[in-house]
């Protein structure tokens, strides 16, 4: 399968348009370390596009992703990206024995609060935030409350990656598709 036949398959399910960036954000993020250690981007960035590409047909723990990875299968999808998605589900269990498995953990949650961080600055951008930044708003409980921090050190840790490095490198990885995300803001990249 290629990119844009995922995401032609993200589209057809998925309305919402934030749900869409937060795949596209965690395709670049895993892009991103395929590059950085060696690996095939191509499977890597489909495991990021579609990990998430039932959640609005299956929005419950009982459903979501395994519901999805039939309908994964029945695309032509490779049975070991199907594995690698089901993987970054915590209450199905499967080992995280894979840097694939380990960094599609790691990426998936940290894009949410990098992106609420980059929203919430003067510029809306990502071309000027650094993971300093998302170090102070890491502080602030009550900031992206529904993200779980314990969930992200704890993926990074097994990922191997010092947290605010891996954080720098997915805000690097995000800024690549900055205009995708609709995270320009205002800075104008000349």
């Not at 499967?94 to 990098?114: F, N, Q, S, V, Y």
């Not at 951008?125 to 900031?143: I, M, Q, R, T």
């Not at 990922?159 to 690097?172: A, D, K, M, P, S």
Request: aromatic share 6%.
């Amino acid at each position: 399968m290629t990119h844009d036949e995922a995401l032609a398959l993200v589209r057809e399910y998925v309305k919402n348009e934030g749900l869409v960036h937060h795949m596209l954000a965690v395709e670049a993020a895993m892009r991103f370390y395929a590059e950085k250690f060696g690996q095939d981007p191509e499977a890597w960035g489909l495991i990021g596009l579609l990990h998430d590409f039932d959640w609005e047909i299956h929005p419950t723990l009982e459903q979501h992703p395994q519901d999805g990875a039939p309908m994964l299968r029945e695309r032509g999808v490779p049975e070991d990206i199907v594995q690698d998605i089901l993987s970054h589900a915590d209450h199905l269990n499967l080992p995280r024995d894979t840097m694939r498995r380990k960094a599609i953990w790691a990426c998936d949650e940290i894009t949410g609060l990098i992106t609420a961080v980059a929203l919430v600055r003067p510029s809306k951008s990502l071309y000027d935030l650094e993971a300093s930044s998302v170090k102070k708003k890491w502080k602030d409980k009550a900031f992206a409350a529904g993200t779980s921090r314990a969930e992200m050190e704890h993926a990074a840790q097994e990922f191997g990656v010092e947290l605010w490095e891996h954080t720098g490198n997915v805000i690097q990885a995000m800024r690549r598709i900055a205009p995708e995300l609709g995270l320009v803001g205002n800075i104008s990249q000349g």
